[in-house]
């Protein structure tokens, strides 16, 4: 019995190192209710100068679920006839506006995914995380 004992000794101080060697190597933000914010992109018409609303991003970790929110100022939602049925809310936008919103969602998007690749490769820094449990 005691040459089994001593073997299980060795092998649990073994698994021991193991998880410490890998918790080691883990961030903390691996395994912590963590998010990266994109910040707020302005949605303006192209040939104008008005923002009409917004848009920002968040990634939350560990899984990468990316979602976005979209945001359409009262004056733009006034100013657009706004039509609304059971199912929802329509809104006319000029073209102009609807390509501001497009370059928006493009930038948006490109970033989101750099922001995914840097994190993975745990290159962002940890100021570019919020910890959800405290927002």
Known sequence: MDWISSHLA??????Q??????????SLKEYMSKEIYTG???????????AFGG????????????KLQLYFNEKVIASTETQADDNGIYCNFTLAELEGLHSALEKIINDMRKLEA???QNLLRDEAYIDVDKV
């Open 10 to 15: 060795v092998g649990n101080h073994l698994i």
């Open 17 to 26: 190192q193991v998880v410490r060697v890998i918790c080691a190597n883990m």
């Open 40 to 50: 707020y992109y302005m949605l303006a018409a192209l040939n104008g100068d008005t």
């Open 55 to 66: 848009i920002s991003g968040r990634i939350s970790l560990p899984n990468y679920d990316k």
């Open 118 to 120: 840097l994190s993975k």
